[in-house]
């Protein structure tokens, strides 16, 4: 087209430019709201606005110089930011165009508060042109919120995969009570907090005629046995304390805060009468007894995690020599050789 060219006005009624603009208004000569698209009548609230001066509807958020703007005639043709006087929070970018007959048309558009104005004033995809951009971005927004909400919950469970899977690697499958992983970590810990002046008892159990019960019941009464010596070990501890199996039929427990007055070896001798009682096995009582091997920490023998699990072991290794059934506890010096 030439570029000299004069276009002929084109004629186009409220219902089709609202169609086309639902955020425009029709401003008369005093910059009264004389109509308003549907999306911005129900922004403007009851009345939608019509009759309202529209710069006591919205006041200019920028650009700085016509911030005080008494006219919408005096804010230019520019690109302009409104805000709503009722709600400063709602911003819009705005065009105002001089009209033939006198006033203006305002075409307001969404900044970047588009989804908060969205649930501010229930709007829908139908407050919008069919060209208009805006339902697109929320919906890329409410997309990317759903993907971002996806990747937190699938982080939740895999952390929670992760502890449990991490827990797995701690527990002993058949009794549930920590392994000898978990038991030797804590050992370790214990150990450190002994030499900071934090006691602690280890004790190491081994189970009396386990074999017999295997060869003569089989591998699932020998389970059973197992799994009633862990109950026995659960109710001899504390919260804080730690009961293990580590392997077979040997276990240990951590009792941590022992006074030194604690009599520990009468816990054990408790323990081994709880483990004594005898188990009913498809109607057969099958039963098995324990020695316990103890020692106390602090130890002016045995500092280290070796060196007290070796302790527990010979007080252990005692205890059967002794005619198991029975607990001992690895001297201190100036006391009697173990086998009580």
Request: charged share 20%; hydrophobic share 50%.
């Amino acid at each position: 087209m030439d570029g000299g060219a004069v276009m002929a006005p084109v004629g186009i009624g409220e219902a089709q430019l609202f169609g086309l603009m639902p955020m425009a208004a029709i401003l008369d000569a005093e910059g009264r709201i004389t109509a308003a698209g549907p999306a911005l009548a129900r922004i403007a609230g009851p009345g939608g606005g019509t009759g309202r001066r529209f710069l006591d509807l919205f006041a200019v958020a920028a650009p700085e110089g016509p911030a005080a703007a008494r006219s919408v005639a005096e804010l230019g043709t520019g690109r302009i930011r409104l805000r709503l006087r009722d709600a400063p929070s709602a911003q819009f970018r705005a065009m105002a165009v001089p009209l033939a007959a006198g006033g203006h048309l305002v075409n307001l558009g969404f900044g970047a508060g588009l989804a908060e104005a969205l649930e501010a004033h229930a709007l829908t995809v139908a407050d919008f042109a069919a060209t208009d951009h805006a339902p697109d971005l929320l919906f890329l927004n409410e997309a990317k919120d759903a993907v971002a909400e996806e990747l937190l919950d699938l982080a939740r469970r895999m952390r929670g995969r992760s502890d449990l899977a991490e827990e797995l690697a701690l527990t002993d499958p058949l009794t549930g009570l920590a392994n000898r992983r978990a038991f030797l970590a804590a050992l370790d810990r214990a150990a450190r907090s002994a030499r900071r002046g934090q006691p602690f008892a280890l004790l190491l159990i081994d189970l009396d005629r386990f074999k017999a019960v295997n060869d003569g019941f089989g591998h699932a009464a020998g389970d059973a046995v197992i799994a009633a010596t862990a109950a026995a070990l659960r109710a001899a501890t504390r919260q804080a304390d730690l009961a293990a199996r580590l392997g077979g039929d040997e276990f240990a427990i951590i009792l941590r805060n022992t006074a030194p007055a604690e009599d520990v070896a009468a816990i054990g001798r408790r323990l081994i009468a709880a483990i004594e009682e005898p188990l009913d096995w498809q109607g057969q009582a099958v039963g098995v007894s324990a020695s316990i091997g103890i020692i106390r920490a602090p130890h002016p023998a045995a500092e280290t995690p070796e060196g007290l699990l070796a302790a527990a072991d010979a007080a252990l290794y005692a205890a059967k020599r002794a005619g198991r059934g029975r607990c001992a506890e690895a001297p201190r010096p100036g006391d009697a050789p173990p086998g009580a």
